[in-house]
């Protein structure tokens, strides 16, 4: 049996565990017929925006990858990840796909723990506006605006600057 390519379609779904932990699952369509099938793992090259820091990975394509900050900057042990734009970039048969993604864990914890001390429509405003802006940023990294979604986190990330997470800052 042939090893599979990606068939078009190469996606990414992000999301967290914690702020110290990224989940990192392929949702990329491959070509599984005609003797074709899927490769248990591909390589990926994982860039942080904001750091310019590029890391390659092995990431299994059947299932989540939960990585850390050893994994993606090198630390001795597990840090906090900051919130920032992640570009994902592999191979697959001669073709080369990109997608960027948000990783927000400080930024929606942070919101989460505003509304859950709000009194009044003046916070739940406040809080209407930050959410929108952190979707904002989600939407533009996903559909390829990556400065536009860098500078919303900027903005984003100034706003809640007073604010601490757990025990993530």
Avoid at 40 to 69: D, H, Y
Avoid at 96 to 109: E, M
Avoid at 139 to 153: C, F, H, M, P, Y
């Amino acid at each position: 049996m042939a090893c599979g390519c990606i068939k078009k379609d190469f996606d990414i779904y992000v999301t967290y565990t914690d702020c110290k932990h990224i989940v990192i699952e392929d949702q990329s369509r491959w070509m599984e017929d005609a003797g074709y099938t899927r490769p248990e793992s591909l390589t990926m090259k994982i860039r942080l925006e904001s750091r310019g820091k590029e890391i390659t990975q092995e990431i299994f394509t059947n299932k989540r990858n939960i990585l850390n900050s050893i994994d993606l900057l090198g630390t001795t042990e597990e840090q906090c990840l900051s919130d920032d734009i992640y570009c994902f970039t592999v191979d697959s048969c001669g073709l080369t796909y990109s997608v960027s993604r948000a990783y927000l864990c400080n930024t929606l914890c942070k919101i989460d723990q505003l509304t859950a001390k709000a009194k009044d429509a003046i916070d739940y405003e406040n809080i209407r506006l930050l959410r929108s802006l952190a979707e904002a940023v989600e939407i533009n990294t996903k559909i390829g605006k990556v400065q536009a979604a860098s500078e919303l986190l900027k903005d984003l990330t100034r706003r809640l600057a007073h604010l601490t997470c757990g025990h993530c800052k």
